[in-house]
């Protein structure tokens, strides 16, 4: 019985062949392209407003070379909070609690960042390396500590949207499941156990919203460092 709560997070697939293509392009197929007219409407106004906003406090304490970066990390939040959200539906899969997509995404971007610190500026990128009055003794050992958690980054990312979203499926399935068995024998204690879950479903929408924005916004203080 345990072992089949985590069916959910199993790639789902129709025939044989893996649906995890067509979960990345149907959410993108729910937001409005803009209208051949002069008005808009308040959906589309409503989400250009937060990309705008989203954009310019994310990239607000970046350097001006950073701001090339605007497209890409508000896709990428705009791609995390769609699929984090539509995955809290029923009968739905959530890509972004398998490990392999995340890392996917982590990788690639805080290695971009690290390549452009070396290139732009390799002094600067390398002196993150070693702090600043630091004695001779340690000067081997907090090369070695600050290399590992640069190479750490990018797990960390990955591990943190993949633990977070998982655990929070598992507990909603877990309490989902104990107010189903208890409802013809305890009605009471079922239907408060149906408030938890309600409430811990109000605390998942904002626990997707949350790390989508967590994950964006380390991705762009890697940036800063390098820019």
Known sequence: MMASFFDQFMSPTLFGIPL???AFVLPWLLFPNPAPRWLNSRFLTLQSWFINRFTSQL???I???GHNWALVLASLMVFLISLNMLGLLPYTFTPTTQLSLNMGLAVPLWLATVLIGLRNQPTAALGHLLPEGTPVLLIPVLIIIETISLF????ALGVRLTANLTAGHLLMQL???AAFVLLPLMPAVAILTSVVLLLLTILEVAVAMIQAYVFVLLM???LQENV
Do not use: C, E, F, V
């Open 20 to 22: 995890m293509a067509l």
């Open 59 to 61: 990239l607000m304490p």
């Open 63 to 65: 350097n001006t070379g």
């Open 152 to 155: 750490i980054r990018p797990l």
């Open 175 to 177: 309490i989902a499941t």
């Open 220 to 222: 762009s203080l890697y």
